[in-house]
């Protein structure tokens, strides 16, 4: 369990403000957080406390949060946009970054439909195409350990 409300957040209005400045310029969440210093899950729980609190009609450092970031959001799309408008090179930067920051409002959204029609049981394999399989499945664990 966490910290109770109130104990010593560094949910302040300095810090708020600083958070808010970097949002509103486009830096992403984690990094603003860190000039505080927070961490990204801090912000978003500041931002969960805020809902609560603002759904229970409280103003807390929470709430106030939450309408600040929001309005550096705005800000920064508003910016964004209209810079877009001004210059057609920078729109498709401006959609890129707004796709990935809010996928929920900006993202493609795109459905797949896969289907299989037929299967056929490693059984009745031959032993060239077993031999295939076992190298393609060399490979992706090859790669997989070189990520990691």
């Known amino acids: ?6 104990s010593g957040s560094k949910c302040t209005p300095e810090n708020v403000a600083k958070i808010c400045e970097y949002v509103a310029r486009g830096i992403p969440y984690q990094m603003a957080a860190a000039s505080v ?3 990204r899950t801090t912000v978003q729980n500041w931002k969960a406390r ?6 229970e009609g409280l103003d807390t450092d929470y709430s106030r949060f939450l309408v600040a970031i929001a309005q550096a959001e705005l800000q920064h799309a508003s ?12 729109a498709s ?4 970054k707004m796709e990935r920051r809010h996928r929920d409002l900006f993202g493609n959204v795109q459905t797949v439909e896969h289907k299989v029609e037929q299967t056929t049981p490693v059984d009745d394999l031959t032993e060239e195409e077993r031999d295939v399989l076992a190298e393609i499945a060399l490979r992706r664990q090859q790669r997989a350990a070189a990520v990691h």
């Open 1 to 6: 369990m966490g910290r109770p409300r109130g």
């Open 37 to 39: 210093p927070v961490t």
């Open 50 to 55: 805020g809902e609560e609190d603002a759904a």
């Open 79 to 90: 910016e964004g946009m209209d810079k877009s408008k001004s210059d057609p090179r920078y």
């Open 93 to 96: 930067h401006f959609q890129w």
